[in-house]
Nanobody, 124 residues
Framework: QVQLVESGGGLVQAGGSLRLSCAVS????????MGWFRQAPGKEREFVAA????????YTADSVKGRFTISRDNAKNTVYLQMNSLKSEDTAVYYC?????????????????WGKGTLVTVSS
């Protein structure tokens, strides 16, 4: 069984930064492509970013491009989401997910495992 645990959320002012972490356990971390997603109150889940198994390929949604960066450390079994220049519309619960296909995660499907999420609140 694969477990994903997000951390790093919190309250931040608009324009500020946060770094989310997602620690993965249970199976070899490097065998999974990873993604970050978010869900704001009253809205559907939204794809944010994806990263390939090696970390050599990344993809971010247009809504966060240039502000958010996904990365991973396979030695630490952890994937990160660096969020800069935060806006009030970035307020959401952020989830990490693991899957077998980077291409599928980019298209917002094919996620096999999910974390429970971490809340990010951006005050204006």
């Amino acid at each position: 069984q694969v477990q994903l645990v997000e951390s790093g959320g919190g309250l931040v002012q608009a324009g500020g930064s946060l770094r989310l972490s997602c620690a993965v356990s249970g199976r070899p971390f490097s065998s999974y492509a990873m993604g970050w997603f978010r869900q704001a109150p009253g809205k559907e889940r939204e794809f944010v970013a994806a990263i390939s198994r090696s970390g050599g390929s990344t993809y971010t949604a247009d809504s966060v491009k240039g502000r958010f960066t996904i990365s991973r450390d396979n030695a630490k079994n952890t994937v990160y989401l660096q969020m800069n220049s935060l806006k009030s519309e970035d307020t959401a619960v952020y989830y990490c997910a693991a899957g077998n296909s980077y291409a599928r995660i980019k298209e917002n499907y094919g996620m096999d495992y999910w974390g429970k999420g971490t809340l990010v609140t951006v005050s204006s």
